[in-house]
């Protein structure tokens, strides 16, 4: 499945900015999907993910209660919406798909299709 990221800029401490990530195939219902961001020079960490349906989903502890992940099958895409973002949160911000029950969700290596990221900047 082909992936684009979208929805990245540059906002002060404590704004919102909503991430989506589309894709035009057909089995987009077919894949669990997240969230990951790697800051300069500093490694990609796990972020977000959802279920194939939508009704579960899983954070890291640093987004936690800011972040939202969320999905439209209809619509062929996953969101990602940060509240109260912080200069720490600033990061190129990567959706990818992964099959169910392939591995652990956390693990971007279990991910098997990556958009081509979006950066997200936050000012201080």
């Known amino acids: 499945v082909q992936l684009q990221a979208s929805g990245g800029g540059l906002v002060q401490t404590g704004r919102s900015l909503r991430l989506s990530c589309t894709t035009s195939g057909r089995t987009f219902s077919s894949y669990a999907m997240g969230w990951f961001r790697q800051a300069p020079g500093k490694q990609r960490e796990f972020v977000a993910a959802i279920n194939r349906s939508g009704g579960s989903t899983n954070y890291a502890d640093s987004v936690k209660g800011r972040f939202t992940i969320s999905r439209d099958n209809a619509k062929n895409t996953v969101y990602l919406q940060m509240n109260s973002l912080k200069p720490e949160d600033t990061a190129v911000y990567y959706c990818?798909?992964?099959?169910?029950?392939?591995?652990?969700?956390?693990?971007?290596?279990?991910?098997?299709?990556w958009g081509q990221g979006t950066q997200v900047t936050v000012s201080s």
């Open positions: 990818a798909a992964r099959r169910p029950n392939v591995g652990t969700l956390y693990d971007g290596r279990n991910y098997e299709s």
